[in-house]
């Protein structure tokens, strides 16, 4: 099947006749020693839409991210994100066109700030050489406005509260300002695709709902963001995602809204097979 065909059936699939695939990831398969975490794994993910991964324990949901955000390279396969091939690029270079992602476990550095946690991950695009700084102390001065408010700008979609807070560490704030932190850190550098990595882990119920709520908001304001994240929690999963993937011993064992995928004998296996 051609890659427009499978792009077109996905985009039925959406329901939409203008969605198109933002990444393809074809026959993609990686393994550590004797231990294959992708399996040949085939999937798309359709530009705008919120996607959820989901699977038991060790299905190599975050390989894929790893992978896709070059941090591992895939021992074969392809992946095809915006027309190019991701494997063999840097994570910088990765970064750079568009992919940003959060971590399972926090990244933060508590003793610093809520803007120097945020900005330091677009620390490459700054000009900071000392001449810079030193010589050129206008122009140093117009670029650290032109961050402080952008960060301002995206701290105020998450929750106004946390700008008044922004040159306070991090240390001070609770669990769900922390992950707040750590998607804005995501969204600086405004990304296409934005990956997270079991956001609502840590969380009290109720955290988890108004995160859920922010995502959200996010993806309304950002409209040309597509997001995909890993998620245990199968409230989560319903609330937010547009579309499924089960993945099961690094394969894709199923793909559709949250309706279909709970109701799919083979997720139901993986689930239960697991806790048997
Ligand atoms: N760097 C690594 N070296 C060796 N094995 C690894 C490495 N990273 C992942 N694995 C293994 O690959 C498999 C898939 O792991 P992965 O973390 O992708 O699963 P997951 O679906 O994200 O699980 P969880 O939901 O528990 O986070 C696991 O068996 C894991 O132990």
Request: proline share 3%; with cysteine.
């Amino acid at each position: 099947m051609s890659a427009i065909m499978e792009t077109e059936m996905h985009a039925a699939s959406m329901g939409s006749s203008t969605a198109t695939s933002l990444v393809s990831a074809r026959d993609l398969t990686m393994r550590f020693g004797g231990l294959t975490a992708l399996d040949q794994l085939n999937l798309h993910i359709v530009e705008g839409e919120v996607l959820g991964l989901l699977g038991p324990n060790g299905s190599g949901k975050t390989t894929f991210f790893n992978v896709l955000t070059g941090l591992y390279k895939a021992s074969s396969g392809s992946i095809i994100y915006q027309g190019r091939e991701v494997i063999g690029q840097t994570p910088q270079e990765i970064y750079r066109s568009g992919v940003a992602r959060t971590f399972q476990r926090s990244r933060l550095s508590l003793p610093l700030t809520v803007f120097d946690n945020i900005v330091i991950g677009d620390y490459q695009h700054m000009q900071h050489g000392l001449f810079f700084n030193l010589f050129r102390r206008k122009a140093f001065r117009a670029e650290y406005d032109a961050y402080v408010a952008k960060v301002e700008a995206l701290l105020h979609i998450f929750s106004p509260p946390l700008v008044a807070r922004m040159f306070e560490p991090v240390e001070t704030f609770s669990m769900i300002d922390r992950r707040r932190i750590e998607v804005c850190r995501a969204l600086l550098s405004e990304p296409r695709l934005l990956l997270l990595d079991e956001p609502s882990a840590g969380m009290t119920h109720d955290e988890t709902e108004a995160l859920m709520d922010d995502i959200l908001q996010v993806r309304n304001k950002l409209s040309n963001l597509t997001v995909v994240l890993i998620e245990h929690e199968m409230n989560v999963i319903k609330r937010i995602t547009d579309r499924c993937i089960v993945f099961n011993y690094g394969k894709k064992i199923a793909e559709g809204t949250y309706a279909e995928i709970t109701a799919d004998p083979n997720v139901q296996t993986a689930y239960l097979g697991e806790d048997e």
